[in-house]
């Protein structure tokens, strides 16, 4: 019987020390793939991706960098969803920030290689310029009950900070139950002093993020179109769903606008992984919502997403783990636990 998905790609920060050797691990027999990578990658003197992923050592201040992360996330989770079961019918692809852009290579708007090359080209001139910075803070509690007025109060005190004199902040990422902000020292700083910790690790810095989604990408964002050519883009095979919440449909994508989304609005303005993933239950009505790795944190953002939408009745933490036992919903592909339930 045929299974109906909604693949979910991961950006930023999701491979970490223990997924070291991911791509040897999981996808040996996609090393043609990965050599076409390589070979990018040596063409700009930059260290190529199997050696990277085939390091004996992590380091955290090498692999946190954008022009390291990023290509090396790439290429795990366009491998994990070219892996997935026979029985199962990809309906939509979307993604979380970077995962935007592995979206467009899953779906099909983008070849694997094109797809590698703006992953690449964004995420070395994200760590060239490293504008700003981000952090991470909460507006729900441990039950993932969802609270619009401590989100609005939030908000306010984000564009409170903002209207400060050499102070920036805005809202980059809305993630689930948490708000990912961005700004310069002085607006994120701000953001910290004024806000209670909470759950004894937030307000939370993000280590080499830089104020993505936000006014201050401008550059990197103009740089990115001078770079990459609207002629990399084609019909998606899939349905995409970007960071507004739009769909974009195979046969009826202007290509143009896609390219100008991708390198523009998705580059510089909040992206709303909350609305993409609301969006996907509501259109789509999959069977699940399949992560692919590498790492598996993202999966708790889509359920919280699905929380809020108070999708299949699931209206807390509790009841999404209910859901869960019997038949699972979301699948985390970086979870050795879930894995085969998507690849078979």
């Not at 700003?132 to 984000?158: H, I, M």
């Not at 970007?242 to 609005?265: E, V």
Request: some cysteine; proline content about 5%.
């Amino acid at each position: 019987m045929t299974r109906t998905a909604v693949v979910i790609c991961p950006g930023r920060g999701t491979y970490n020390k223990p997924e070291l050797g991911y791509l040897h691990l999981h996808h040996a027999e996609r090393l043609p793939m990965f050599q076409k990578f390589d070979a990018i990658r040596a063409e700009a003197g930059q260290e190529v991706v199997t050696a990277l992923d085939g390091a004996k050592r992590f380091m955290v201040g090498k692999y946190s960098r954008g022009d390291v992360a990023s290509p090396l996330i790439y290429a795990a989770s366009l491998a994990d969803a070219q892996s997935l079961a026979g029985d199962i019918e990809v309906v939509a692809v979307t993604g979380n920030s970077m995962g935007w852009y592995i979206a467009l290579a899953a779906a099909g708007a983008l070849s694997d290689e094109n797809g590698f090359r703006v992953v690449n080209t964004m995420g070395t001139l994200m760590q060239e310029h490293l504008i700003g910075g981000q952090l991470v803070y909460p507006f729900t509690d441990d039950s993932w009950t969802n609270d619009p007025d401590r989100k609005t109060a939030l908000v306010e005190d984000v564009a409170r900070i903002d209207a400060l004199d050499h102070h920036d902040l805005a809202l980059s990422i809305d993630l689930g139950g948490m708000l990912v902000l961005a700004g310069n020292e002085a607006g994120l700083a701000a953001f910290e002093a004024s806000q209670p910790s909470v759950q004894e690790r937030f307000p939370m810095r993000l280590p080499n993020h830089a104020a993505f989604h936000t006014r201050l990408q401008a550059p990197v964002a103009a740089e990115g179109r001078a770079r990459l050519g609207a002629d990399l883009f084609e019909q998606p095979k899939h349905p995409l769903i970007d960071g507004r919440g739009k769909i974009w449909w195979p046969g009826a994508s202007d290509t143009a606008a896609l390219w100008d989304y991708t390198l523009g609005h998705q580059v510089t303005e909040a992206y709303d992984f909350t609305r993409a993933v609301q969006t996907a239950a509501r259109e789509f009505a999959p069977d699940l919502f399949i992560v692919t790795g590498p790492g598996a944190t993202l999966s708790g953002a889509v359920a919280q997403s699905l929380v809020q939408a108070e999708w299949r009745g699931m209206a807390n933490k509790s009841a999404f783990l209910a859901e869960q036992e019997g038949s699972p919903v979301v699948i985390a592909m970086g979870r050795d636990d879930q894995r085969s339930l998507a690849t078979g």
